[in-house]
């Protein structure tokens, strides 16, 4: 029998960008399989010279420019986990940075708070 020596595939995206916008990174894979190594033929080789059956890389991905932040600082959130001091945060955001005198970054609109920086 003869021996084949392994091929790579084309690389392929293994998932997509690692971010919604701006500059993240993509998985890419490639496999040993064009053609496969048989009767004793030689893996492909990796980009760092050893060899093996699959390989993976990451690469930059660019998915334009994320949204700009409001004039004011981070846009507007709604607070539903907020509890008494400890894990969960404070029990009033208002009342927890009137308490460090930031008392215009917190407001109550139909009963959510918006914290603005």
């Not at 496999?31 to 990451?58: F, R, S």
């Not at 460090?100 to 009963?111: I, K, M, R, W």
Request: charged share 10%; proline share 5%.
């Amino acid at each position: 029998l003869e021996q084949v020596d392994g091929g790579w595939s084309d690389w392929t995206d293994h998932n997509g960008c690692s971010v919604t916008c701006g500059t993240g990174t993509q998985t890419q894979v490639r496999i040993c399989n064009n053609p496969p190594p048989a009767n004793g033929g030689m893996q492909c080789v990796l980009l760092d010279g050893t060899k093996g059956l699959t390989e993976t890389q990451n690469l930059p991905c660019v998915l334009g420019s994320c949204p700009a932040v409001t004039a004011s600082g981070f846009r507007n959130a709604t607070f539903t986990t907020l509890g008494y001091r400890g894990r969960l945060g404070p029990a009033s955001l208002t009342y927890h940075y009137i308490t460090q005198d930031h008392e215009n970054l917190v407001t109550l609109q139909n009963g959510i708070q918006y914290f603005t920086v």
